[in-house]
Every structure is written in structure tokens, then in C-alpha cells.
């Protein structure tokens, strides 16, 4: 049977897309050293993101950007990244595991969902690497555009650089406008002006 396990990253951030990714393992090509991406080091996950990539039967990334986040709240927006990266499958699986205690509405196929699935099932760690690296290196472009706001550091996290960089330079059209330390921001912004 073929099963696709899939995760996403970016739920916390303060900017940028949520990242979903599903993977369908090659039972007869595996994979050294697959687990729950936060439980790598960076060079580990980039090594095994070309590896996945290379060995998997199937694989896709997804996202769900920020005015989708800002519009239809963050869970929604993690299951709809989610179920884009299922439909985005080469191969469709028979069945799919996700990570967390809810499932994207609207899949074809049986699903479960599986609380703390990345540590558990292989192919959850696989799809929990390729989302955390796709969207980390999502952070690095914004970087690039967006020096004055560390994002390659923090990856869009609240962490004091941020909230200062915010207070320092305002809010750019990926931070998401929903979430509390963002709007509070916008709203100091236009009530000084």
C-alpha cells in the first residue's frame, strides 16, 4: 500500500507562507537518519532533503501564503498547504498520515492523524525535512530582500530582533497581518501618523 505522510512548518512565524509537505518512501530504497526535523541540525536536514528528493517514490511542496493565513487562520491555512501537497503527488497514495490531531478536508483518500507522527513514522519525518527546509530557505530570499529584518537568523519567529526590527522598520506585505504582535504593530503605526 502506498502511504504518504505529511507535515508542515511555519505555523508560529510572523511572516511568510506556511510550508506542507508530503512524501511516499521507497520501501526498497531507504532512507539513514530520517526524524522529526526540529531534531536535526540544519546541514543534517539540507544532506537529507536532496536525499528524499532523490530516493522517494513521490514527492511535493506546498504552501498556503500569508493573505491566506491572514484570511482564513492559521490551522486552516496548515490543512489546505497540507492537502495542496497530497493533490501535488506524482503518485497518488492510498493512504496518508499527518502530523497533529487533524486531517485536511476534502482528500481523496483515508487518512489519519497521527500526534507526534514526525518522530513515529518515517515518512512524516521525511515530509516534516522537506517543509522546514523549503520554508527556512523561503526566510533566506526574504532575507536577501529584507536585510534590516534578520529573517535567515529567526526565520520569521516573534523573537526580540523581530518585535524590534518591526518597532525599527514597520510591517512588509509577508508578515501576517492576523497575528496579535503584528496587527498591534500596525496599529501603533497609524496611530502615530
Not at 90 to 109: F, R, T
Amino acid at each position: 500500500m502506498k502511504i504518504a505522510g505529511v507535515d508542515e512548518a511555519g505555523r508560529g512565524p510572523l511572516v511568510g507562507s506556511v510550508v506542507a509537505a508530503a512524501v511516499i518512501l521507497d520501501p526498497n530504497n531507504p532512507i539513514e537518519g530520517l526524524n522529526d526535523s526540529k531534531k536535526l541540525t540544519e546541514k543534517k536536514r539540507e544532506k537529507l532533503f536532496v536525499e528524499i528528493q532523490e530516493k522517494a517514490l513521490a514527492w511535493a511542496i506546498a504552501e498556503a501564503s500569508a493573505a491566506e493565513i491572514d484570511e482564513l487562520n492559521i490551522l486552516q491555512a496548515s490543512l489546505l498547504a497540507m492537502r495542496r501537497a497530497v493533490e501535488a503527488l506524482s503518485i497518488q497514495p492510498e493512504h496518508v498520515l499527518v502530523d497533529g490531531n487533524k486531517i485536511p478536508q476534502g482528500l481523496a483518500m483515508s487518512c489519519d492523524a497521527v500526534v507526534g507522527g514526525d518522530a513515529l513514522h518515517a515518512e512524516i519525518s521525511a515530509a516534516s525535512i522537506l517543509a522546514k527546509v523549503a520554508r527556512d530557505r523561503e526566510m533566506v530570499l526574504l532575507d536577501q530582500a529584507f536585510p534590516q529584518f534578520g529573517f535567515a537568523k529567526h526565520k520569521g519567529y516573534p523573537t526580540k530582533a523581530h518585535f524590534e526590527a518591526i518597532a525599527q522598520h514597520g510591517v512588509i506585505a509577508a508578515h501576517r497581518r492576523s497575528f496579535a504582535p503584528v496587527r498591534k504593530a500596525l496599529e501603533l503605526m497609524e496611530n502615530s501618523q
